[in-house]
Structures are given as structure tokens and as C-alpha cells.
């Protein structure tokens, strides 16, 4: 009879003794332990993005030591990316990736907020109406990855007198989620105001969805400016207009300061711009 054998990574093994009984003639099979596999490191999850793989590494079982090749696991989605649409944790089956301020975002920007219960981006419009925009939760705010300059929040005309040009943008917001609405209302009323425009002009990586932001999505990016390689000590526009004076609208500074300087100031001065997306 055959002792019983322990299992290994690569050999089976039995429980019992096996082999031919010697005083009865009959054969015992005993109980079979399988192989019990190399316990490689742990391995990594595939995301949308990345392939994962089942542990690469040197066996850590005791006293076996064997190189573990690993099996390779698909990304789940390549070539497309993570599915953040009003989700803050990827939807794609399988992958639990989630954005950090300072993250590339799927626009080629810099995500420069994040709202873990979500925010409601405001919607305009009725259905059916040609220009009918429904509102939506989103959870990150992402900015381009450079400034387009400084510009005028309201359009100069040639002559160089503003006249009849500081238009009253009703209904503009301030909170988180307004910025949108707000570059609508602007280039309704005036379709050539240069900050406003460029914003809602601007296209990156397939996303055309970019507008200026309104006060406190203005603020957000102060506080994140490090991230976003704002070094300039300058204003920037927002798209809120003061909604008790119509020449003026909320700015800004982007100095060293710790708060930075939110304040109001005319609309036919020059301010920094940079857009932003929300999803």
C-alpha cells in the first residue's frame, strides 16, 4: 500500500492509503486531492480601458517557488473607454473605475470636480422645441487643458463703443450645474460674445458639449488650479451675469491667495477664459 500523498501545485494528491490490500487482495483507490494551482500575487481586474490578468509572479506557495506566466484578461470595452453618463462609477459590467480631480477626463481635459451624490445640470426648453436641452445628473466637471485668452464677456463693436451692446442676460445662476444654461442665454441674446462663444465652439476628443462656467463651477476650478496648470495671476470670466446690474458679470482672480477674489466687474473688460464640460 501507498502512503497518502499531499498535493501539490502542479501533482494531485490522495487522502488515504492506495493500492492493493495485502491481506485481502482488494484495491483501494483512496480519495483524490487535485493540484492545487500556483497562488501567484494577486492579479488585476480588467477596466474599459486596460487589460487585467490572473497574477504574474513567483509562486507563494511554500516551497514551490514555480514563475507564474499569468493569464491574460481582456479590457471589457478596448478602444472605447469607461462609461461615465450620468454615473459616477463606470456602468460597463465589470469595471469600478471612478474619476479623481486631477484625472484625465474622456474629453482630454482635466477633471477638476467631483460630486459624489451628483448634480442636476439645468435643461431649457419643452420637447419638441427645436432647441429643447433636457436636463441631466451629472457628477464631474472637467475643464479644457489650456486657456483661450483673454477676451471680452460681451461683444465690442468695431467702433470700440459698447452703445447699446451690455445686453441683460435674464435668468443666468450661479450654483454648480448652471453654466450650461447660462452660455445658451448669452449667445441667444448676444450670438458674438467672445468668451461665451469660444466656449460653446470649442470641440476636443469627439466632445462638443463645453461651455462657461457659471460662478461657483468658476470657483471650483480656483480650487483646483494647481491641477489644471493655472500659474497666471489673473481673472477669469464666469457666465453669470450680476443679475442686479446688467453691465456687469462675475468674475474671478486667480491669484496666490487661499480664497481667490469672486467679485464683479463690466463687461467690456478683458478676462481669461477656459471651458468646461459636465457629465
Not at 17 to 34: A, D, E, F, M, N
Not at 207 to 221: I, R, V
Not at 250 to 259: E, I
Not at 260 to 269: A, I, Q
Request: proline share 5%.
Amino acid at each position: 500500500m501507498t502512503a497518502p500523498k499531499a498535493a501539490t501545485c502542479a501533482e494531485a494528491g490522495n487522502s488515504d492509503k492506495h493500492g492493493t490490500c495485502t491481506r485481502c487482495g482488494q484495491t483501494i483507490t483512496g480519495t483524490l486531492i487535485p493540484a492545487l494551482g500556483h497562488h501567484a500575487p494577486n492579479g488585476t481586474y480588467p477596466t474599459c480601458i486596460a487589460d487585467g490578468n490572473t497574477g504574474i509572479g513567483f509562486c507563494q506557495r511554500q516551497g514551490c517557488g514555480a514563475f507564474v506566466a499569468g493569464t491574460m484578461i481582456p479590457a471589457l470595452r478596448p478602444g472605447l473607454g469607461h462609461d461615465h453618463t450620468s454615473s459616477l462609477i463606470c456602468k460597463r459590467e465589470g469595471c469600478y473605475h471612478r474619476y479623481t480631480i486631477g484625472d484625465e477626463g474622456p474629453a482630454g481635459g482635466i477633471i477638476f470636480y467631483v460630486a459624489p451624490s451628483g448634480f442636476t445640470v439645468t435643461g431649457y426648453g419643452s420637447p419638441g422645441d427645436t432647441d429643447y436641452f433636457a436636463g441631466y445628473t451629472a457628477y464631474y466637471l472637467e475643464a479644457a487643458l489650456l486657456d483661450h485668452g483673454e477676451l471680452f464677456w460681451m461683444y465690442i463693436p468695431p467702433s470700440g463703443n459698447p452703445g447699446d451692446e451690455y445686453h441683460d442676460i435674464k435668468g443666468t445662476g450661479t450654483v454648480i450645474g448652471t453654466g450650461k444654461e447660462n452660455t445658451r442665454l448669452i449667445l441667444a441674446t448676444d450670438p458674438d460674445a467672445p468668451a461665451a462663444k469660444v466656449c460653446d465652439e470649442y470641440s476636443n476628443n469627439g466632445k462638443t458639449d463645453w461651455f462657461l462656467p457659471s460662478k461657483d463651477e468658476l470657483n471650483e476650478m480656483y480650487k483646483a488650479r494647481s491641477h489644471l496648470g493655472i500659474t497666471v495671476q489673473w481673472d477669469f470670466w464666469s457666465s453669470s451675469q450680476d443679475n442686479s446690474n446688467k453691465y456687469r458679470a462675475w468674475a474671478q482672480y486667480f491669484g496666490n491667495d487661499s480664497q481667490g477674489d469672486v467679485y464683479v466687474t463690466y463687461k467690456d473688460c478683458k478676462s481669461y477664459v477656459r471651458a468646461i464640460r459636465a457629465f
